[in-house]
């Protein structure tokens, strides 16, 4: 009995002490104490001068950016330092000031508005006179053909899905129409307006859900640091509007939610105009806004609350039901191919994620880990670490904005939580989908499995972007913020940003062409090609041809560039083969293609992103063999009509005849 009345009288031992000790700490980072000033003081002025410096800023950035570009196209040994110093300069300070605190909210409302103007410029600056992303060309071939025909609805052989959702072409073209801009100057306007458009929706969103202009900014300022936010949702694609029209429907349904029923009404109107323009959008922003209101819906009808919030929840419901319906009826009345379209992407995707798991042989390795310099790589990565550290410190603090109680210190916060007791569901709901970051993350081990986190990470950010913020207002920052608390965390955010940027394209730096790189390989050998087609051969021919050539084709070129050469055999089968055996001789005689296009280029390197003609291709370690690709040369009923040295065109229609 002595050893127990001396340990009860000298308290725990050491070992316990140091348990209970590491316990508090932890629940100390990540439990949900609300210690930190949400909003900044109303009646603060904006600071003009503060503005004019980041403008400044901005636009010595941006020339440097532009010089970047204008060495890489000579191969200058200053090309990164050029162009990143300008990156560097432009992100930089507009992070710092937007994420300090004692900002006035019309300033920072206004800078985030700048600086996605500015990021949208910095993609522009790539190729300031055309298109050239690989979905651009592909909705540019679809304005071009409803500009021409002027009717909807017309086949589009390297987007079937495409001409299902009009959207976007019908806005550009109307551009072009009443201003008679080119599609390229009409889509740029256009994108321009989308992306203010967006930023000041996302803001207005936070705003309603938090009721603070900080951490509505600093979740706009995160948000920013997702991977498509610089190039894949500023490209000429249906996204592009799509999460636009997404992100607005959301803002005027949160803000909507103390409006009198009379108001509220004609929010609900203004929300299924909304929703049924996104329903002939995308397909895949239309499926997570009714995912959004499903959940959202199932929140509300979870929540403990009184006889007075029952409208607001059949409001909600109401809302849910349109959100599903509209896009599951456009389907319905165009005969809309989605699930072929989306099923095998989605397959092959999550087959290589379980291969990659299991030890198997993946086909090919993350692009970013076989093009991009260490100094990008250690970027993305470290801006990884940051949101994994903000989601972590913010989580809970996260729930506990959304808890009926207020915000007492302790945990009570996430009890009340549990016992269905929250006063804004929308918090709740995305709080928990920002679990969605470490899957996306996990998905972009492949490169199938990619394209999946590619999409995913649009939609996840916007809740990414929520518990950051609040991890950041309410943990590192904190009430009375001094020393690296102000500073640490708005440098913290702008490498979340950088990181967006160095994870969205492998190679930001226009530089000369190489070999199977998407934007890369677009320079002027290939497009003068595709304009003599459209000009010696008439439009409308059915060319096949690799994936790059293909784009330029159909849209310089004006031609019928076709994918597979029939149905179920790809144009790869056809190229890379070192002798055309009777099998594919005898399919190609039978198929309706007129002209091969054969680029000698593929022959100098191992293309960049792994593939010469389709994603889904087996990874090449190799360059093509130039006599493989000049194989056609000796087939009876081929003529060779076209040869620049590099590149060769073939007129195949004497196989027809010989068929």
């Known amino acids: 009995m002595m050893p127990a009345r001396l340990t009860a009288a000298t308290g725990p031992g050491p070992l316990q002490g140091a348990v209970q000790g590491a316990v508090q700490l932890v629940s100390a980072v990540i439990g949900p104490d609300l210690r930190g000033s949400s909003s900044d003081a109303p009646t603060r002025p904006v600071n003009c001068d503060w503005i004019a410096a980041l403008c400044l800023t901005a636009a010595v950035a941006l020339l440097l950016v532009v010089a970047g570009h204008a060495a890489g196209r000579r191969a200058y040994d200053v090309t990164p330092l050029l162009f990143w110093s300008g990156v560097v300069l432009l992100v930089v300070p507009i992070s710092l000031r937007i994420g300090w605190p004692g900002v006035a909210r019309g300033e920072r409302l206004f800078l985030l508005f700048l ?3 500015l990021l949208l410029y910095y993609k522009t600056v790539y190729s300031p006179t055309s298109f050239v992303g690989h979905d651009e060309f592909l909705h540019w071939v679809a304005a071009d053909d409803l500009l021409t025909a002027r009717r909807l609805f017309l086949s589009n052989s390297l987007l079937p899905i495409g001409p299902t959702y009009p959207a976007l072409e019908i806005l550009t073209t109307a551009i072009v129409n009443l201003t008679g801009l080119s599609v390229f100057l009409a889509g740029t306007l256009l994108l321009v307006i989308l992306k203010g458009t967006f930023v000041v929706a996302l803001f207005l969103f936070y705003e309603a859900i938090t009721g603070s202009p900080r951490i ?31 992100m607005l429907t ?6 909507s939610r103390d409006f009198d029923p009379r108001a509220r009404l004609r929010a609900l109107g203004l929300i299924a105009l909304l929703l049924a323009c996104l329903a002939v959008t995308h397909h895949v922003t239309a499926a997570f806004a009714a995912f959004y209101f499903a959940m959202l819906a199932a929140f509300e009808a979870l929540r403990r609350q009184g006889a ?15 959100a599903a319906a509209l896009p599951v009826l456009w389907v319905m009345a165009r005969g809309n191919p989605l699930s072929g379209y989306l099923g095998p992407a989605v397959e092959s995707g999550l087959r290589a994620l379980m291969r990659k798991f299991s030890g198997g042989v993946t086909h090919r390795p993350e692009v970013s880990a076989i093009s991009q310099p260490l100094g990008m790589r250690l970027t993305t990565a470290i801006a990884v670490l940051l949101l994994s550290l903000g989601l972590a410190t913010g989580f809970f603090r996260s729930l506990a904005l959304a808890a009926s109680s207020g915000a007492p210190s302790g945990w009570r916060p996430i009890g009340d939580i549990l016992k269905r007791r929250w006063r804004d569901s929308r918090i709740v709901f995305l709080t928990i989908l920002a679990f969605g970051f470490p899957v996306s993350v996990i998905l972009r081990l492949t490169q199938s499995a990619w394209e999946i986190a590619n999409r995913m990470a649009t939609f996840v950010f916007i809740s990414v972007g929520l518990v950051v913020a609040v991890s950041i207002v309410h943990f590192w920052q904190g009430r009375e913020a001094r020393g690296w608390r102000r500073a640490g965390p708005a440098v913290a955010l702008s490498i979340i940003v950088m990181g967006g940027i160095t994870s969205s394209a492998p190679d930001p730096i226009r530089g000369r062409y190489k070999v199977g790189a998407d934007q890369q390989s677009v320079e002027a050998m290939g ?8 000009e010696w051969l008439a439009a409308g021919n059915r060319f096949t041809a690799d994936r790059v050539n293909r784009l330029l084709l159909a849209s310089y070129g004006r031609q019928d560039a076709r994918v597979r050469i029939v149905a179920g055999v790809d144009t790869a089968r056809l190229f890379e083969a070192e002798t055309l055996d009777p099998d594919i001789l005898r399919v190609l005689a039978r198929s ?40 056609f040369n000796d087939i009876k009923g081929v003529s060779r009509i076209y040869d620049n040295g590099w590149i ?4 195949v229609r004497g196989l027809h005849e010989n068929s």
């Open 115 to 117: 600086f996605a103007e």
């Open 648 to 651: 060769v065109i073939y007129d």
């Open 592 to 631: 309706d293609i007129d002209f091969l296009l054969v680029d000698l280029r593929l022959s100098t390197a191992p293309p960049m992103l792994g593939f010469y003609f389709e994603p889904w291709q087996p990874a090449h370690g190799k360059a093509l063999s130039g006599s493989d690709l000049l194989k």
């Open 250 to 255: 959301f803002a005027v349904e949160a803000a």
């Open 308 to 322: 007075s919030r029952i409208g607001t929840t059949l409001a909600i419901i109401l809302i849910a039901a349109l």
């Open 527 to 534: 497009i003068d090609t595709a304009r003599w087609t459209n």
């Open 216 to 246: 509505s900014a600093i979740a706009c300022l995160a948000y920013m640091g997702c991977m498509t936010f610089v190039i894949f949702d500023s490209m000429f694609s249906y996204e592009s509007l799509g999460v636009v029209l997404c």
